[in-house]
């Protein structure tokens, strides 16, 4: 700092020789030269209020050609279009990859790139059979090759469109958090498939714009991408859900856009990490933002007591409104791999 402060200060000692100089040459009888006066900033556009469809299910592609103007200010037309061209130029030569025996041979070019940014996303190479509602299945092999080049390839929009938000001096920017935050912050892979991306106002929560701006930010996605279905908010009142649309016209969400109020007191968004990666394949900047690893950690560990401590008064005979003992041990699961994840050596016998 002292460095530059002295560099400052002999740049200025010679302004005011030269200054010096000017003037007395002026003085002697030589013409004067005018200042040049600075011209205003343009002010920068800002995402405006734009009616989203009453009917999500009846959204056609004319309608989402218009509806993608939404994002003019930062995305010129054919700055999308291009995009949205070589987007899906990669998806259709990674499609060409067929499974060998449930097994795929060679990682997709869309999810090498994510995978480079972040090597411990999670990347199934194979199609195994899981437990649904009906017992035993198997998804068709183009299902699910298209459901993780789908994630892979939301995950590098998103990036996309934050750096592009970031850069055009938009008031929202966008976080991921769940599981996808601890993949891009720990050296282990850490499985998980679906994408949870909060959509954070810079300036203030103003509910009619945030969920606007996260309505469009889904339909942007899902003109961006074939096969994908939006469903506006519903059970969860801030949350827009993308999804699969696989050969049976069945649906599997990959991604939820939540707009919900982050409490000015909650401490688990205090911290941010961001990252910046140039995705050569689409000649576009990314930028990717969370919560720091020890902020995700602190919130894990949180719930994982929280809903130890109502397992716990449970087991002593005190009714815990809306929260049964399944749905506590489920939830405690569901931390305690997270927690496991980020800090293997935790005593949970000691939380």
Known sequence: M???????SNKSSKSNKSSKSKNSKNSKGKRKTKSKTKSPKTPVPKLQYMALPEDFSKITPADLDQLVLFWTPIFKRQELVSLKEKINAMITEDQKIKLVNKNVPEVWSVCK???KFFPSYFIPMKNNSYIGKMGYGRHQEVDFSNYQILCCTTMLLYGIITYRLLMHDQDYRLIFKGGKAIQMGVNAEYDSEDIDILVDPIHGYDPVMINNVSGHLALLIKWLLPNVSVLPPGANPHVYKLSYVNSYGALR???DVDFKEVEVMDPFF???YTTHEYISGLEEHATFRRPTIEKILEEK??????YKRILEKIGDGVEAEGVSKRSCKFFMDKFKR???AIAPHTDFDHL
């Open 270 to 272: 205090k911290e941010m």
């Open 301 to 306: 560990i949180f719930y994982y007591t929280k």
């Open 253 to 255: 969400p990959f991604s």
């Open 338 to 340: 997270a927690i496991t």
């Open 113 to 115: 790139i994510v995978k």
């Open 2 to 8: 002292a460095a530059a402060s002295n560099s400052k």
